[in-house]
């Protein structure tokens, strides 16, 4: 975000502030809880978000250089993402074309080029071209080249690493980013590295997770002791980018800058910035360094696996640094856990009290409503 972006924002804070009020959506929006609980809307998120939607799968940090790869399901499909001795960024579904094994456990390292199933041995290349096979008589009459791994699409761009969990349309990362693709370039992410990643089991619906990241209103209440002293929640700025936004949650520090000349106002360190990323991705930027969440579907409804990874502005990390990322990471975990999911999960229970109402998304919640207004119009779509 340039310095003039930045004093914008302030300024639209710092009014706020003077009016003890925060930004203001058009109107409540009430969401079925059903949105939350109902099967038939899981397989279609299934369907139409996790299968066919650009889903950020992590930083170029995290697949080097020539010959390293990248391997996880969390998005429900084995992705096998491989950084070639050519330099070249690939995916793939990480399956097995004779009988369906997964290549790989998850987890990252370098690749010696080939990839060899582990139950009867065929062996792939970094291409994804079946290359062995040991008794290949059995299989006469098969075209090998028929038998490449699943190829998806794929981009990297300011950074970061995008793939589809099914064959389909090439990634348009800008497009998919809109007005958020030059604030999120700004931010070096290329340069940034994997320090610590964790995924948590929650027993609440995946979107769930999300929310909690889109609305600083509960700080307040919520995290009165954990965050309070530091956030001030009565306080923040959404701006919708494409099917994503930015929410601008303000440090109460922010007020000592309000008197400093305008060119020396930054407002990274007056606050925390979180890029929503369509569909289930929560980018955090600290400053001195990242924090990404990410949400998928459990096994129903009611269970979510959220990834949380902090990235390190360069790889080389000493002790006190070492210490500081740790209680950062900690502390993040910390909340989401015992304070945001808790409640979460209390929610997920209730709504499947029968005739539960809808629930209301505030017009001090605007991330929320504009959220839950893509959600349903992708699923509409
Ligand atoms: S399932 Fe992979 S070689 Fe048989
Ligand atoms: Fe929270």
Redesign the pocket.
């Known amino acids: 975000m340039d310095h003039a972006a930045q004093v914008r924002l302030m300024e639209r804070v710092f009014g706020f502030l003077d009016a003890r009020s925060t930004e203001l959506g058009a109107a409540p929006f009430a969401n079925d809880v059903a949105t939350y609980t109902s099967p038939e809307q899981l397989a279609r998120e299934r369907e139409l978000l996790f299968g066919r939607e650009p889903l950020f799968v992590g930083l170029s940090s995290e697949v080097p250089g020539p010959g390293t790869y990248l391997a996880h399901r969390d998005a429900g499909v084995p992705l096998l993402i491989v950084r070639g001795r050519d330099g070249e960024l690939r995916a793939f579904v990480g399956l ?1 074309r ?4 997964q290549l790989l456990e998850d987890g990252a390292g370098s690749h010696p080029g080939r990839f060899t ?1 582990p ?4 062996t792939y290349d970094e291409r994804g071209r079946l290359i062995a096979q040991p008794c290949a008589d059995g299989f006469a009459g098969i075209d090998r080249e028929t038998l490449a791994l699943t190829r998806l699409p794929v981009a990297e761009r300011h950074g970061m690493i995008f793939v589809r969990t099914r064959p389909g349309e090439p990634i348009d990362v800008d497009a998919h980013l809109a007005g958020a693709a030059d604030e999120l370039r700004a931010l070096d992410l290329a340069g940034h590295h994997r320090f610590a990643r964790r995924e948590l089991a929650a027993a609440l619906n995946w979107k769930l997770a999300v929310d909690t990241f889109l609305e600083a209103y509960h700080v307040t209440s919520l995290h009165e002791r954990s965050l309070g002293a530091k956030i001030d929640g009565a306080t923040a700025a959404w701006d919708a980018f494409g099917r994503g936004g930015r929410l601008v949650a303000v440090r109460r520090s922010i007020a000592s800058a309000r008197a400093r000349p305008r060119s020396e106002w930054n407002l990274f360190e007056h606050s925390v910035v979180l890029y929503q990323l369509f569909p289930n991705t929560i980018l955090i930027y600290q400053v001195d360094h990242v924090e990404v969440v990410q949400a998928y579907p459990g096994a129903s409804p009611d269970a979510a696996t959220v990834v949380f990874t902090l990235y390190t502005p360069g790889a080389a990390v000493d002790e006190r640094a070492r210490r500081h990322f740790q209680a950062n990471f900690d502390l993040l975990l910390d909340v989401s856990e015992k304070e945001d999911f808790r409640i979460a999960a209390g929610m997920q229970r209730g709504f499947h009290v029968a005739g539960h109402p809808p629930v209301i998304y505030g017009r001090n919640e605007p991330g929320l409503a504009h959220y839950h207004r893509m959600i349903r119009a992708a699923l509409d779509a």
Do not use: D, L, S
Not at 98 to 101: K, L, M, N, P, T
């Open positions: 097995c004779h009988r369906g094994a199933c139950y009867h041995g065929w």
